[in-house]
């Protein structure tokens, strides 16, 4: 490989002045030092309290152990309620849907993915928001600058311990009739100007996961002052029972269990000891580090009480010489598993960039702070001798920071070139994916349409159901003979769609097409489409168009053209079908989405598409570069009824899906649509109580059903007037059909 040699010499050179583990030294530390290694506390006390669930058999459901720790939560926060849970997740959750919150929430994309799953999880859409610069929190100026008409609450944050701007944010809350929820997580046992945080806003919640300085195993609770939120609370997490046999809320299971809550009541004996070690090793890194350039430990409020469970630092590359992920892939080698919580920022991973991208964030600190914050480990696993080690290793980073600068060019430099070397050989720029079902006699055709093919950078992935009755692996071995670029995979799938995640599981290359069995592409169909995904980077998937042919009286004559409409767009793409064997999809979109659904067995490409849209950009082709011929297997032999039952349920997860709550309404619609459709089927079969009983699901769905299913050359007030009334009458009319004639 050209400059390999070049770039090892370099790299030796770089080795030469350290001695550092990711060099190829011996790391400093033997064992590992984590960010939030668990505390455990007093090991007698928490085992006779065991013991002493196990005798007393009971081991959830409201136990003394999980009401006495209860109580010393709410006493030590001070506010009249506490209820344990879980886990803080589920402490958020629930909080979420007792506030009543719908809609949109402002929340911090500074946070952990955790507090933002929560919303959407319940059908809520978050709108990312800036933190303030010095406390890391959300800024209260942007959030009033993103609040709408269909803002129903705040969800902050008081990140790393260090509270938010609570007054600011209470006043604004309160002004706009918001509600205020306070994600406490990281903030248990610190305090607010003097008042300790857990009693502000509607409700706040805290985690006592084992990476918390007090823990419960694995724990949390919503902690309040408001009567009706606590009896709500209260009641969702136990399935909204009110007594044995009455339920007055929708609810889960997220009770603590009593083994939980001894270990919560054996931290709670050693809290104080335990926030005196974490001040101890603050105070210590502060004293280490405070001397060197481009290192800020960020600071905690001496005057309020904190917890100071995390050691944060803060990396100016233009001071220090290094960037903060040099200095932690540096500590890393060294057995110091230092974290850079919370990188890239939530609106920059899956699912949330696609929302960012439609809510034009503006997250210029966020975005920021997430390239150079580092947290560094303590905790009662971590003393004083360790935290002097793991400061002299910054130390001689910044020292050497340009020799390390060179080592890491190199290594990606190196890295770089075997990867394109590795790919010239094994991985090729499109990925070709061919489901087979028991048509033997089909597949020559689409196979040879692939190796005829004007662009020959490619692999034909056949994937076969295993069928011992058919002949597909003898059509594929004549292909697998003379060309290595065709590979049979067999596999038992269930349907079409697991065959083509089997494909898509097995594909290498930078694009994946498909291809069924029974289609064929025209021979320059490849060269045009990576042409226009190589030219078009910001497209995730691209389509052409397909001719299809019908067969009568052995011979193939044009039919149809698809699609019939061209569509690019999420709102687009529901009256628009999209063969598959015209599609090509960027791998690297693939690997952040899920594939083809198998729960929907007719329409998961439609679903597929829907899902796809809402993330990346989708391009049609103006060319037809794809045919096939069709006898009486439209929709793999389902029938038009079949169909639009499965499109009905693809629509409806849609809904229950919270990334697509601003398309609510068109949803909506959609679903009547096909609902009325499916009663006009039905009546074309004689089948007139089940179409009455469509026709009422759409009116249910759309009152006004009957515009939606309009044709277009029904404008005008009179004729939409009567479009109207027919989605009215059709129920009534075909009932009393069904009833007079039965159903045929």
Not at 121 to 135: A, H, M, V, Y
Not at 708 to 719: M, T
Request: with cysteine; aromatic share 8%.
């Amino acid at each position: 490989m050209p400059g390999v040699k070049r770039e090892m010499k370099k790299l030796d050179r770089a080795k030469s002045h350290l001695d550092l583990a990711f060099l190829g030294g011996k790391p400093a530390f033997e064992n590992v030092l984590h960010v939030g290694c668990p505390n455990i506390g007093d090991r007698d006390r928490l085992l006779n309290r065991i013991n002493d669930i196990l005798d007393r058999r009971w081991l959830t459901n409201d136990g003394c152990y999980v009401k006495e720790f209860e109580e010393r939560i709410k006493k030590l926060v001070g506010v009249k309620h506490c209820v344990a849970v879980c886990n803080g997740t589920v402490a958020l959750e629930i909080a979420i849907r007792a506030l009543d919150l719908s809609g949109e929430v402002i929340v911090p994309s500074m946070t952990a993915l955790a507090t933002v799953h929560a919303l959407t999880w319940q059908g809520i859409k978050p709108i990312f928001c800036d933190i303030d610069s010095e406390t890391l929190c959300v800024d209260p100026k942007k959030v009033e600058e993103l609040i709408t008409e269909r803002t129903t609450g705040i969800l902050a944050v008081h990140l790393f311990g260090r509270p938010c701007h609570v007054k600011a944010l209470e006043t604004i809350a309160k002004s706009h009739r918001l509600k205020l929820l306070f994600d406490a997580a990281h903030a248990f046992g610190c305090s607010s100007n003097g008042k300790m945080i857990g009693g502000f806003g509607d409700a706040e919640t805290l985690s006592f996961h084992a990476t918390k300085f007090l823990n419960t195993l694995e724990g949390g609770a919503v902690v309040t002052n408001d009567n009706e939120s606590a009896e709500k609370i209260r009641l969702m997490r136990n399935f909204g029972y009110s007594d044995s046999d009455h339920v007055v809320h929708i609810g889960i299971n997220g009770k603590m269990n009593e083994v939980s809550a001894a270990m919560g009541l054996t931290s709670l004996e050693r809290m104080k000891e335990i926030i005196e070690v974490n001040r101890r090793n603050y105070l210590e890194y502060r004293r280490e580090l405070g001397a060197l350039p481009g290192v800020k430990v960020m600071d905690y409020n001496e005057t309020e009480r904190c917890n100071y469970q995390y050691v944060v630092l803060e990396i100016d590359r233009a001071l220090a010489g290094i960037d903060r992920d040099a200095l932690l892939e540096v500590l890393q080698a060294e057995h110091v598993l230092a974290r850079r919580y919370f990188h890239p920022g939530c609106h920059r991973v899956y699912p949330y960039q696609s929302l960012a991208r439609d809510q034009d964030c503006k997250l210029r600190v966020t975005e920021e702070k997430s390239e150079r914050l580092l947290q560094l480990p303590t905790g009662t696993s971590v003393g004083p001798l360790e935290v002097r080690k793991i400061c002299a290793l910054i130390g001689r980073a910044l020292v050497n920071a340009e020799a390390i600068k060179t080592f890491l060019e190199c290594k990606t430099m190196l890295q770089k070139k075997s990867i394109a070397f590795q790919k010239t050989i094994t991985s090729p720029m499109v990925s070709i994916v061919t489901p087979t079902y028991n048509r033997p006699a089909y597949l020559p055709r689409a196979i040879e349409s692939v190796v005829n093919q004007t662009y020959q950078d490619w692999e034909l992935i056949v994937v076969d159901d295993g069928c011992p009755t058919d002949d597909i692996r003898k059509v594929v071995n004549a292909y697998l003979a003379r060309d290595r670029r065709i590979h049979y995979v067999r596999r038992t799938n269930g349907s079409w769609y697991r065959a083509r995640n089997t494909g898509i599981e097995n594909a290498r290359g930078k694009y994946v097409a498909f291809i069924d069995d029974d289609d064929e592409w025209r021979p320059e169909k490849l060269e045009r489409q990576v042409d226009f995904m190589e030219s078009h980077p910001e497209v995730g998937l691209s389509y052409t168009l397909l001719q299809v042919y019908r067969a009568r009286n052995g011979k193939a004559e044009p039919t149809k053209i698809f699609p019939q409409f061209l569509a690019s767009k999420f709102q687009e793409l529901f009256n628009v079908f999209i063969p598959t064997t015209c599609v090509m999809i960027r791998k690297s979109c693939l690997d952040q989405i899920d594939w083809f659904n198998p729960e929907f067995p007719i329409c998961a490409d439609f679903d597929f598409w829907l899902r796809f849209a809402q993330q990346w950009p989708i391009a049609p082709m103006e060319n037809i570069l794809a045919s096939t011929v069709m006898d009486d297997r439209d929709h793999g032999g389902q029938d038009e009824v079949s169909v639009r039952k499965d499109a009905i349920r693809v629509l409806r997860a849609l809904r229950l899906n919270g990334r697509y709550t601003q398309y609510g309404g068109l949803v909506k619609s959609q679903i009547a649509a096909r609902f009325y459709i499916l009663g006009r089927l039905l009546i074309d079969q004689g089948n007139y109580m089940e179409a009455a009983k469509y026709f009422v699901q759409a009116l249910f769905e759309d009152p006004l059903v009957g515009l939606v299913i309009r044709r277009p050359e029904e404008q005008g007030f009179f004729p939409l007037l009567r479009r109207v009334a027919k989605s009215y009458v059709a129920a009534p009319v075909c009932l009393v059909k069904g009833l007079h004639y039965g159903r045929r």
